[in-house]
T-cell receptor, first 114, second 114 residues
């Protein structure tokens, strides 16, 4: 069975601070895919990144970076120099090979204050 | 940029009534999904749909739920006899392919059952 754990329920930072959102996953498959989605206060779910289990290379996109470590079953998300617009709930999600359904974590609410 | 659209944005209904939630997926996508998010909780998979039939469904998706693609553009979720616990945000998503591809979500329909 798949499981995604986001242990941080809520994080509060001040603008320009760096923040890391943790994601730990469980799966029996050797091939799987990991995702991060952002849910701003307006409620929609915005796709941020996809990673497959064979690609452990870290990725950077502007102020966002992702650290995928199979050895610890983690796929952490770092926002550098946070901004107020980063305030949202961030969800980590997982799907196994052969399936398409996303299993989501409970989400981490990030509050960035000016 | 193509996007998934959903109507209505908010639906209020009485317990026992039937509701139909509508979605227009991204036009060249082949896989369609419904998820729900009870207020403050994680996003949960309901059903996936491909080639005019259900490909996967969760335990939540019982006989009260049905999905349909009545024409080439719309994708609907019907709840036959709503219960109080059906109150949630319902998200439609679509994907160009099945395994491991990112799913693009619509803005959601907030369903309130009174």
């Amino acid at each position: 069975a798949q499981k995604v754990t986001q242990a941080q329920t809520e994080i509060s930072v001040v603008e320009k601070e760096d923040v890391t959102l943790d994601c730990v996953y469980e799966t029996r498959d050797t091939t799987y895919y990991l995702f991060w989605y952002k849910q701003p206060p307006s409620g929609e779910l915005v796709f941020l990144i996809r990673r497959n289990s064979f690609d452990e290379q870290n990725e950077i996109s502007g102020r966002y970076s992702w650290n995928f470590q199979k050895s610890t079953s983690s796929f952490n998300f770092t926002i550098t120099a946070s901004q107020v617009v980063d305030s949202a709930v961030y969800f980590c999600a997982l799907t196994d090979a052969g399936y398409s359904t996303l299993t989501f974590g409970k989400g981490t609410m990030l509050l960035v204050s000016p | 940029e193509p996007e998934v659209t959903q109507t209505p944005s908010h639906q209020v209904t009485q317990m026992g009534q039937e509701v139909i939630l509508r979605c227009v997926p991204i036009s060249n996508h082949l896989y369609f999904y419904w998820y729900r998010q009870i207020l403050g909780q994680k996003v949960e998979f309901l059903v996936s749909f491909y080639n005019n039939e259900i490909s996967e469904k969760s335990e939540i998706f019982d006989d009260q739920f049905s999905v349909e693609r009545p024409d080439g553009s719309n994708f609907t979720l019907k709840i036959r006899s709503t219960k109080l616990e059906d109150s949630a945000m319902y998200f439609c998503a679509s994907s160009p392919s099945r395994e491991g591809y990112e799913q693009y979500f619509g803005p959601g329909t907030r369903l309130t059952v009174t």
